[in-house]
């Protein structure tokens, strides 16, 4: 039986129709996966489903009957809740308070709370969730995984008969992403239905039943997982044949550019590793490993031991510690950060604002900025990048993941780097623009950038590298070759196996 119905949806917004005669049907005690490029209309129909937006057309069915949803509230009440992104938490107050955050009504008296019961009552949603800790332990001590619980706890609380998870593995080590698995399994047992929303094809294999594709703000189509495949969903969702998932091409590493010789503080134990122009080196290992921490100490964001050489032709030349990230530009480095939003972009401002910040100096005189000159790299970058924009003056924070991403790739490419860190650069992107970023780190390398890979995704840094190092509490673990190494000897020394050096390195 159909929970809910969405027939025809269609959204305008000034100069843009985002979606256009949507469909989508979700059962009772169904995982239904919602699939689409940024920018295909996701988020958007998620917003009109939970009250944020209103439609312009179309009809909204839930239990059979026609809903007019006009706020998040009446969503809430109504059992539709979403889980988004980016969490809902405050960090400085309890499990039990954020569970129950703006629903303390029941355990209200004359306008006291009575702390003990609402405690208790928390107990009986974490209980549901697997959530073994304390309930009054604050937001900001639990890990990423534990948060997500704690919003599914939260959801549960509101009753919740419809649930929308927005790329809920996104920031999850691998053991958590079992565990959140089995919770949903759970959830659908006890009549819950979800929206499970995730640019991990593989993950809708594992745990959802039907999934709807999106394209361009247009429904395209609903298939049964067991009758279709990745890559017919990755056809589906970008109008075309995708040949390879990594188009990695090889080009002929040259000199070395960039050595880090013994480098250690609290994250690191002694890290050495080198890389060469025309080459991509990834770094692997499992949450907590010290990849990014070595990322940041090489661009000077962390205070650091050891030394860092930078070779190239005059002023290039460096030997020693950045001490600061300007240091690192100035000879040559450039790094995009693992969180676009918090570390990467500001969002209040405009795509050409985004796209000048690191420049600022390049197009201004006596401190005044030229803006024709802004102007023209910002229409630059929107054209080699295929950002998706309204114009140089939309903001930031209207932009799809992908597009944003794109805006923070070309902040950094104006600086004119030799040398690249990417950390995490494909999360919460989807497959075409993955395809395009990998095809930008074909070209840049083929121009004799050197980058350094962090992903968590083995397959995107088996796909895409020359050389591999592995990452284990802080240490170097393992150094592969992209021909010769193996799933199962990345995760030996993931996971603290003995020093692994593979042949002809």
């Not at 208790?120 to 549901?128: F, L």
């Not at 890990?143 to 959801?155: F, H, M, P, R, W």
């Not at 006890?190 to 594709?213: A, D, K």
């Not at 590793?273 to 000077?300: D, H, W």
């Amino acid at each position: 039986m159909e929970l809910l119905e969405m027939q025809g949806i269609t959204k305008e917004f000034p100069g843009a129709k985002v979606l256009n005669g949507v469909n989508l049907t979700i059962r009772e005690q169904e995982i239904h996966a919602l699939l689409g490029e940024n920018g295909a209309g996701k988020s958007t129909l998620m917003k009109i489903l939970t009250g944020i937006y209103p439609m312009n057309n179309g009809s909204v069915f839930y239990k059979g009957k026609e809903v007019h949803i006009k706020g998040p509230k009446q969503a809430e009440d109504m059992g539709i809740v979403m889980i988004h992104q980016e969490f809902n938490l405050v960090p400085h107050l309890s499990i039990a308070e954020n569970i129950f955050l703006g629903s303390e009504k029941p355990f209200t008296t004359w306008g006291v709370v009575n702390w003990s019961s609402l405690v208790d009552a928390s107990r009986t949603y974490m209980n549901q969730v697997g959530l073994k800790v304390h309930p009054k332990t604050p937001i900001a001590q639990l890990s990423v995984g534990e948060k997500q619980l704690v919003e599914i706890a939260k959801a549960l609380s509101r009753k919740a008969k419809l649930l929308i998870m927005d790329e809920p593995t996104a920031a999850l080590t691998e053991k958590e992403k079992e565990k959140l698995f089995e919770i949903m399994q759970s959830l659908i047992s006890q009549g819950v239905s979800i929206i499970y929303i995730s640019h991990r094809m593989e993950e809708l294999f594992q745990i959802c039943h039907r999934v709807t594709v999106l394209r361009d703000g247009r429904y395209i189509g609903t298939l049964k997982i067991p009758e279709t495949n990745i890559d017919e969903l990755v056809a589906l969702m970008v109008g075309r044949q995708v040949t390879e998932r990594f188009p990695k091409v090889n080009h002929q590493p040259t000199e070395v550019i960039l050595q880090v010789e013994n480098f250690s503080n609290r994250a690191l134990v002694d890290v050495s590793i080198e890389l060469r122009a025309g080459e991509v080196v990834g770094l692997g290992g499992l949450m907590g490993a010290g990849r990014t921490e070595l990322a940041r100490a090489i661009f000077g964001l962390d205070p650091v031991q050891g030394r860092l050489k930078v070779i190239g032709s005059g002023a290039a030349n460096f030997s020693g510690r950045f001490h600061h990230p300007q240091e690192a530009i100035n000879h040559g480095l450039a790094m995009v950060t693992e969180d676009r939003k918090d570390q990467g972009l500001l969002l209040p401002f405009s795509v050409q604002a985004n796209l000048a910040l690191p420049t600022l100096h390049k197009r201004s005189t006596l401190g005044v900025i030229e803006r024709t000159k802004e102007s023209e790299m910002t229409r630059k970058y929107i054209q080699l990048l295929r950002i998706k924009t309204l114009g140089p003056s939309q903001l930031v924070k209207s932009l799809s993941g992908g597009n944003q991403q794109k805006v923070v790739f070309g902040k950094w490419l104006e600086t004119n780097p030799r040398i690249l860190l990417l950390d995490e650069p494909t999360r919460g992107v989807d497959v075409g623009a993955k395809v395009e970023i990998y095809e930008l780190m074909n070209r840049l390398t083929s121009e004799g950038l050197g980058i350094i890979l962090i992903s968590s995704d083995l397959q995107e840094l088996i796909g895409m590298s020359d050389r591999i190092y592995v990452m284990y509490e802080g240490k170097i673990t393992g150094h592969f070759t992209r021909e010769n190494i193996t799933e199962e000897a990345f995760m030996h020394c993931a996971t603290g196996g003995v020093q692994w050096e593979a042949q002809g390195l």
